[in-house]
């Protein structure tokens, strides 16, 4: 458990017995970040905080989507962090990886004087925000809703890699099937779709969350509610994603068209190439076979030196006919 207190551009480590001290401070708000939610924790969160049992067995079972939920006094969030996979990190029954996707869940509440984070998994979400806050310093006036604002920022900013990922990856793979579709371009259009799928899950009801959070109302019961303005921006930014992830998954959707169609046009062209074989085969087979047949008298005859010209003429005058006649069928 990591506590920062935050008291007129002032920052500084705090303990654990402090917390209710700390919650009756009317000048200080404070920052806990509980890393691994242990029974100790849990009952510092239902004893210390006076925090509702369902909402802190929200935060022992790390399965669930974005919502918000108000509660006396406080807010309850579940926001998700997405990642890029990395196939070294570890993966546990908290973690949900979807391709090269991995979504972890940060249980959030916001009380009065307090944000408190619940996660299980070392997240590089928490330590981009105490980097920020230590760059801040004393030129920021910390607030509550500030906090809340500045953690739900760094959770929206590593959504943009992601779909600088997907645009990317689209256009390339959009210009690789024109010139050559194969079967493993189709199997990453599909899971590329899988991937914004289960993004669109989180986004959605996290733009929702922000939108409520955005209003003046929902965050009166906090000191200096002054951040509407911010809160408003990262769901601004939610609203873009949502909607880049729909035209994204719209033109996935044209890449697979195009992929069928590319794949069909490239089966067309084959079977018209083996149409024209068979056709130039069956000539051949049909003069062959007039000539193979048990006549005692046919012509040329069979001791005419001209006979083998002759039939080879043929046959090259009949392949030669039906390319022409198929040539000016395809016009």
Same mark, same amino acid.
């Given at each position: 458990?990591?506590?920062?207190?935050?008291?007129? %551009?002032?920052? =500084?480590?705090?303990?654990?017995?402090?917390?209710?001290?700390?919650?009756?401070?009317?000048?200080?708000? $404070?920052?806990?970040?509980?890393?691994?939610?242990?029974?100790?924790?849990? /009952?510092?969160?239902?004893?210390?905080?006076? $925090?509702?049992?369902?909402?802190?067995?929200?935060?022992?079972?790390?399965?669930?989507?974005?919502?918000?939920?108000?509660?006396?006094?406080?807010?309850?969030?579940?926001?998700?962090?997405?990642?890029? $996979?990395?196939?070294?990190?570890?993966?546990?029954?908290?973690?949900?990886?979807?391709?090269?996707?991995?979504?972890?869940?940060?249980? !959030?509440?916001? %009380? =009065?004087?307090?944000?408190?984070? !619940?996660?299980?998994?070392?997240?590089?979400?928490?330590?981009?925000?105490?980097?920020?806050?230590? &760059?801040?310093?004393?030129?920021?006036?910390?607030?509550?809703?500030?906090?809340?604002?500045?953690?739900?920022?760094?959770?929206?900013?590593?959504?943009?890699?992601?779909?600088?990922?997907?645009?990317?990856? &689209?256009?390339?793979?959009?210009? !690789?099937?024109?010139?050559?579709?194969?079967?493993?371009?189709?199997?990453?259009?599909?899971?590329?779709?899988?991937?914004?799928?289960?993004?669109? /899950?989180?986004?959605?009801?996290?733009?929702?969350?922000?939108?409520?959070?955005?209003?003046?109302?929902?965050?009166?019961?906090?000191?200096?509610?002054?951040?509407?303005?911010?809160?408003?921006?990262?769901?601004?930014?939610?609203?873009?994603?949502?909607?880049? #992830?729909?035209?994204?998954?719209?033109?996935?959707?044209?890449?697979?068209?195009?992929?069928?169609?590319?794949?069909?046009?490239?089966?067309?062209?084959?079977?018209? /190439?083996?149409?024209?074989?068979?056709?130039?085969?069956?000539?051949?087979?049909?003069?062959?076979?007039?000539?193979?047949?048990?006549?005692?008298?046919?012509?040329?005859?069979?001791?005419?030196?001209?006979?083998?010209? $002759?039939?080879?003429?043929?046959? #090259?005058?009949?392949?030669?006919?039906?390319?022409?006649?198929?040539? /000016?069928?395809?016009?």
């Amino acid at each position: 458990m990591d506590i920062k207190v935050f008291n007129k %551009g002032t920052t =500084r480590a705090a303990a654990i017995d402090e917390l209710e001290a700390l919650l009756k401070s009317e000048t200080e708000v $404070f920052w806990v970040d509980i890393f691994n939610c242990t029974d100790a924790e849990a /009952r510092i969160l239902r004893d210390v905080f006076k $925090f509702h049992p369902l909402a802190i067995e929200d935060t022992r079972n790390h399965r669930q989507r974005p919502k918000i939920e108000e509660y006396e006094g406080y807010l309850f969030l579940i926001i998700n962090s997405i990642t890029v $996979f990395n196939t070294s990190e570890r993966v546990s029954s908290d973690t949900l990886v979807y391709n090269d996707l991995s979504f972890r869940e940060i249980d !959030v509440f916001v %009380g =009065r004087n307090y944000v408190v984070s !619940v996660h299980n998994l070392q997240e590089a979400t928490i330590d981009e925000l105490k980097r920020r806050f230590e &760059i801040m310093g004393k030129s920021v006036n910390f607030t509550t809703s500030f906090v809340l604002y500045t953690l739900l920022d760094v959770v929206v900013d590593q959504y943009f890699p992601i779909m600088d990922m997907f645009e990317e990856e &689209i256009g390339s793979l959009e210009d !690789v099937i024109l010139a050559n579709p194969d079967q493993k371009h189709l199997n990453r259009l599909f899971e590329l779709k899988h991937m914004m799928l289960h993004m669109w /899950r989180v986004v959605w009801p996290e733009r929702d969350m922000l939108s409520t959070l955005a209003q003046p109302h929902v965050l009166n019961f906090t000191e200096q509610n002054t951040n509407q303005y911010y809160l408003r921006d990262v769901s601004d930014h939610l609203l873009w994603i949502a909607d880049m #992830l729909s035209t994204y998954r719209d033109t996935l959707s044209t890449v697979i068209d195009l992929y069928m169609s590319s794949v069909s046009n490239r089966l067309n062209h084959n079977v018209q /190439r083996l149409t024209i074989l068979t056709l130039v085969i069956g000539i051949l087979t049909v003069v062959s076979g007039f000539y193979g047949m048990n006549f005692t008298h046919t012509w040329p005859p069979f001791e005419s030196p001209y006979g083998v010209p $002759f039939v080879l003429l043929l046959m #090259l005058s009949g392949i030669c006919g039906l390319l022409l006649l198929l040539k /000016r069928i395809n016009r």
